[in-house]
């Protein structure tokens, strides 16, 4: 494996970003590849299968684009279709609720954990099981929270609706838990009132800055990290011109909406057809 | 034509079921087929070439069910597709933007119209053509209104965070309007959120209650109706097996969502894939 090739992100839409952005801060001298299936979005009120088939419809693409590493960053797509995905691929595979689980369980101390997430993800309790599997003794409490991804997307993560919609998803869990998971890459653009609401004793973990550090670790791991380039200007500017993003729709809202999330959008979006790569269809 | 084929209703989703409503209250002889594409829901985030692919394999799969009529329930793809969807179907196809604007055009007698839809369909200024079409001197306001969407399917349509969401897309509007149209089949939910904020001074126009009527007289005009049946049982229950349910994906939160739209589920929904009636690859 070239280890000068770049990392693939995968996520169901613009939400990705917020994982982007987390890879882009740890990793500066990589060099990424951003899928966001635009067109089939949102994957949180879907099913198992059809979340597998558009999942591997966009692996694929982005395998043949050529990356070192595949980060699936919807946390929909890691919770239900991950296998899937690794059948599916050649190149290692990282999800994000493994390393938001173990980031999860390392905080909590025994204090119970609570996971907020889209239906599908919650229905799938893949984050319970993921963290049982690193302490079977974790209580875990799991919910869904779907009307965050509209208050992001529509720019209202810090208005008084945020706050109210907040209060009404999680002002029980307050006394109750010691870490909550934000397990839906939308969320984090709510941290600031989601904190409010839950109280600062609460420890709030990030899924995709937990992926971003793993992904560190295990490039160094398999030395596939890539190697500090001299010319390049420090600290690197996020989505710039080193970085590629592909959507499979409507890429004028994309970029709209990534500089809500970035405060920047990249300048150049292309858009692609991943069912032209399917062969789910002909299997 | 056989006037005793079922009538097709085409929907991104669950919303279109306000249509369903509608038609199934003023057409109590006929029988309906009704299309959610939950796999590929919402459409109004979405791009013209999209949206217009998206219905083409909707409405094609209606028409081979044998259907006598297509009501295109959805008013983005009204918006957007509704040209393509009759170049591609032999019956006589029916959108939601015509009879909401001519209804909204009666009942504001001059005074300014607003409208209230999906991104998409705000961008394509459908409904201010349609209003221009019947009175060019309208004066037409277009807003978006996309967390009424996520309200609505959550079931908090008469919450406080409805009625804060309200005052912040509309509160501008109250004295500025006289009729507001609900140009999106979620937003009737959020009807009485909506009239408190906007007054009971102004109108507000339900496209799908327009359209169900535009659908009676065509019936008539068209020697369609079906002949009433004397062993029917009066008032016909929403969601009985005279109708048929097809979705794309998710049958369960189908079932769940409609629950809280009709008051009643479908007892049978099924789930069949309309890709795979697409010949607009191979075209």
Chains 1, 2 share one sequence.
Not at 20 to 25: C, V
Not at 89 to 111: F, H, K, N, S, T
């Amino acid at each position: 494996m070239n280890s000068n090739l770049p990392i693939g992100i995968f996520d169901s839409g613009v939400g990705g970003l917020t994982v982007y952005r987390a890879l882009h801060e740890h990793l500066p001298d990589e060099r990424f590849v951003y899928l966001g299936d635009t067109a089939r979005v949102p994957y949180g009120t879907k099913s198992l299968t059809t979340v597998e088939r558009y999942a591997i419809e966009n692996s694929r693409f982005l395998e043949a684009h050529g990356i070192k590493l595949l980060v699936v960053a919807c946390n929909t797509a890691s919770a239900l279709a991950l296998p899937a995905i690794r059948r599916a691929l050649q190149v290692e595979v990282v999800g994000v609720i493994g390393p938001g689980a173990r980031a999860a369980v390392q905080q909590a101390q025994g204090q119970k954990i609570a996971v907020i997430a889209t239906e599908a993800t919650v229905q799938s309790g893949a984050y319970a099981q993921a963290i049982a599997r690193v302490d079977a003794t974790a209580t875990v409490i799991e919910r869904a929270c779907p009307l965050f991804v509209s208050l992001a997307e529509e720019g209202w993560a810090d208005s008084d609706v945020a706050q109210t919609v907040a209060s009404r998803y999680l002002s029980d869990l307050a006394s109750d838990i010691g870490v909550l998971v934000m397990g839906c890459t939308h969320y984090p653009s709510l941290r600031p009132v989601i904190a409010s609401v839950v109280g600062a004793a609460v420890q709030l973990i990030d899924a995709g800055e937990a992926t971003a550090l793993e992904v560190e670790a295990l490039l160094e791991a398999r030395g596939l990290a890539r190697a500090p380039s001299e010319q390049l200007a420090r600290p690197r500017k996020l989505c710039d011109d080193l970085d590629h993003f592909y959507v499979t729709d409507a890429a004028e809202r994309f970029a709209r909406v990534a500089e809500r999330f970035l405060g920047s959008a990249p300048s150049v979006i292309e858009a692609i057809e991943v069912w032209g790569h399917d062969e789910l269809r002909t299997n």
